[in-house]
């Protein structure tokens, strides 16, 4: 008797619920719903944060998957040296939480351009912060995220054409900072405006909050600059075609291209420039531990720079 009514109410309980361990929880199998506390929609339709979940076949919030914790550290392995300025600072989990807020970064295409795509966000970050410059040729490439804020500033970078929209704030510099080394003040106001924090007034926090500094890189990935510009995004993931004047400036799709727009072509069209072929030789060796093609077009050689309407600036890295 008592075995019966147990069992009267374990399906009472599960009425009431409107679920069962058998019933899918997300996906297409249940109406495309996403899962809980961000957690990634298997193949099957049920959620969990292990690769069994977040690799093949997940269907949505794969957070995890192709730069796992292990892959980060290996990727990453110096940034925590006591030569690094940025020690302790960025860490696997302020990524993955950054990348939350931005569901269509590294999960857009097949594997392969997955896979691209952060090995070419990687690779520009790591020339951006890198720490390379300490140490000498037995271990090159291995550098990435040494810095957070950009070493001896050569001004408060505060620009007087787009000062109306975006004045500066006295007392304050935009020099760059985090993992793409944001700066102007415009880029400060603009990326504070998309994630809902008052930049222009607070830029240090883009030095002082792991998370919001990987937001603030990855806002400047995913978003287009100018009318004329694509984003990052759009260029690694194949989105984007060139028009007619770009075939004329010699603009075209490929890593090049992102060298491009995140130094307004300032590391272009120049013979041996140091520090594009740095961001080159991140990127292939990020690709090699991806085990992925980097594709064509790895310079921006040749290319002539976006128009430029004070929204794009960017500055180099300090190497």
Not at 128 to 135: D, F, K, L
Request: glycine share 8%; aromatic share 10%; net charge negative.
């Amino acid at each position: 008797m008592r075995f019966w009514a147990l069992t009267v109410l374990s399906l009472l309980l599960s009425l009431l619920l409107g679920v069962s361990s058998d019933t899918p929880q997300c996906g297409r199998e249940a109406g495309n719903a996403t899962c809980k506390n961000d957690l990634c929609c298997s193949s099957a339709g049920y959620c969990g944060s292990t690769d069994a979940y977040c690799c093949a076949g997940c269907q949505s919030q794969c957070h995890n998957c192709i730069i796992t914790e292990s892959m980060f550290e290996e990727m990453l392995p110096n940034r925590n040296d006591d030569c690094c300025p940025a020690k302790g600072f960025y860490t696997y989990d302020a990524f993955i939480n950054a990348s939350k807020a931005y569901p269509e970064f590294g999960m857009t295409g097949d594997d392969d351009i997955k896979k691209r795509e952060l090995a070419a966000f990687f690779g520009q970050t790591s020339q951006e912060t890198s720490g390379r410059w300490i140490i000498g040729e037995d271990a090159p490439f291995t550098w990435g995220y040494c810095l957070v804020n950009e070493l001896d500033p050569k001004s408060h970078y505060c620009d007087p054409k787009t000062s109306s929209a975006y004045p500066c704030v006295d007392g304050k510099s935009y020099y760059g900072r985090g993992p793409l080394q944001l700066t102007w003040n415009h880029n400060y106001g603009r990326c504070g405006d998309a994630l809902g924090k008052g930049l222009l007034y607070q830029p240090e926090k883009v030095a002082t909050d792991p998370v919001l500094s990987f937001k603030a890189a990855l806002w400047f990935w995913m978003t287009p600059h100018s009318t004329d510009a694509p984003s990052c995004h759009e260029v690694i993931t194949g989105k984007w075609s060139p028009s007619d004047a770009d075939k004329e400036a010699g603009r075209k799709p490929g890593y090049g291209l992102l060298t491009n727009i995140i130094t307004n072509g300032s590391e272009c069209a120049k013979d041996e420039e140091t520090r594009e072929q740095n961001r080159i030789k991140y990127y292939l060796r990020y690709c090699d531990l991806l085990e992925v093609d980097p594709g064509d077009n790895l310079d921006c050689d040749d290319q002539e720079p976006f128009d430029d309407n004070g929204l794009l600036k960017m500055v180099g890295s300090t190497m």
